[in-house]
């Protein structure tokens, strides 16, 4: 293989390299930020959903208790479960793309059924009760989200009035959800998991799209140099060497050697040009003193 091929290939190869790593490199920084991000709107939507509903339960639901007759149960103005579905409905409407469900084993409310991932999860809170809040990454219809929840307990008695016996529950209750789900459920036990899920399929395709732009601005920044170290290496190495190995080898058949050669550098190539010429003095002296003798 020729020097300049060579010289070429061994660069091409140490870019392919390089271009690759800068590409992995980037793209599992860019997707690291995706997911933090992610995160950052995840816990975003999630604290705001809760703090709606702890501002319901802490200063409006004691005046609406006040204001409404004993014994009726207008689940709107009374629970703070329903405010929170109810606020995140008009949500959903504006952003679609994000989820939040308070997933439980057996709810009132039939869209909050758990499905198998959220009842494993439910299950893991009721396992582990130190733990407070889980976040991780799972697929659901075929779309990779990135969720965040927090365990519900049975915390006080309070809850069974309307969550344990049906007959102890508020007539207006049992007649909006029925008596058959949201019932018995027993002190202490975790039934449900506020949870919210946040899209990353874009995330993750824009991070892919970073990289490849960062992959593309490196090959072609590759092209560009290698073209110019082309012509470089034609001009001032190549071409040089070429015009050197013809000269010398005219030399050494004793033709041509009233041509000086020219230096015009004073690099290697300089020097190399100063020695063969100087070989063609050499040679010339050598001829002509034959030639007299
Ligand atoms: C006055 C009645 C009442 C009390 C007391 C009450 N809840 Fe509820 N709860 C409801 C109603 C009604 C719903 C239905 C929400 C909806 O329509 O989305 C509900 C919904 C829920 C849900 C969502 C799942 C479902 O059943 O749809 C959870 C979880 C829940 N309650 C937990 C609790 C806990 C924990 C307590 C005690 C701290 C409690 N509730 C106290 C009436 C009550």
């Given amino acids: 293989m020729k020097l300049r091929s060579h ?26 930020n995706a997911l933090a991000e992610a995160r950052d709107k995840g816990q975003l939507i999630f604290n705001y959903m809760l703090s709606g509903r702890d501002y319901f339960r802490d200063e409006q639901r004691s005046l609406v208790l006040e204001l409404v007759e004993k014994e009726r149960f207008y689940p709107e103005l009374m629970s703070g479960f329903v405010v929170t579905r109810g606020t995140w409905e008009k949500f959903d409407e504006k952003m679609p793309q ?17 499905d198998a991932d959220e009842l494993q999860l439910i299950d893991f809170f009721q396992q ?3 733990v407070e809040e889980h976040e991780g990454f799972v697929e659901k219809n075929g779309m ?20 344990g016996d049906p007959l102890d529950a508020p007539k207006d209750q049992a007649m909006i959800y029925g008596s058959e789900n949201g019932y018995n ?13 946040i899209p990353i399929k874009d995330a993750l395709l824009a991070a892919t799209k970073s ?27 190549v071409s040089p060497i070429m015009m050197l190995s013809q000269r010398a080898e005219e030399i050494s058949l004793g033709e041509n050697l009233a041509t000086a050669l020219k230096v015009e550098n004073k690099n290697e190539i300089g020097i190399l040009t100063e020695s063969i010429d100087r070989l063609r003095i050499s040679m010339l002296t050598l001829l002509e003193r034959c030639r007299r003798e």
């Avoid at 994000?98 to 758990?114: E, H, M, R």
């Avoid at 929840?149 to 309307?162: F, G, M, W």
């Avoid at 459920?185 to 899920?197: D, F, M, N, Q, R």
Wanted: with cysteine.
């Fill in 144 to 163: 990779d989200y990135y969720y965040f929840a927090k365990p519900q307990k049975v915390s006080t008695e309070k809850c069974l009035r309307c969550h």
């Fill in 185 to 197: 459920w027993k002190l202490g036990e975790t039934v449900s998991a506020y949870i919210v899920y």
């Fill in 211 to 237: 990289s490849l732009i960062i992959v593309a601005i490196g090959a072609a920044c590759f092209f560009l140099a290698l073209f110019v170290i082309w012509l470089f290496m034609d001009r001032r190495v």
């Fill in 7 to 32: 010289f070429l290939l061994l660069i091409s190869v140490l870019a392919v390299v390089v271009i690759a790593v800068m590409g992995i490199a980037s793209y599992q920084l860019n997707k690291k």
């Fill in 128 to 130: 582990n009760s130190e």
């Fill in 98 to 114: 994000y989820k939040f469900k308070q997933a439980t084993i057996d709810p009132l409310w039939p869209a909050n059924k758990a």
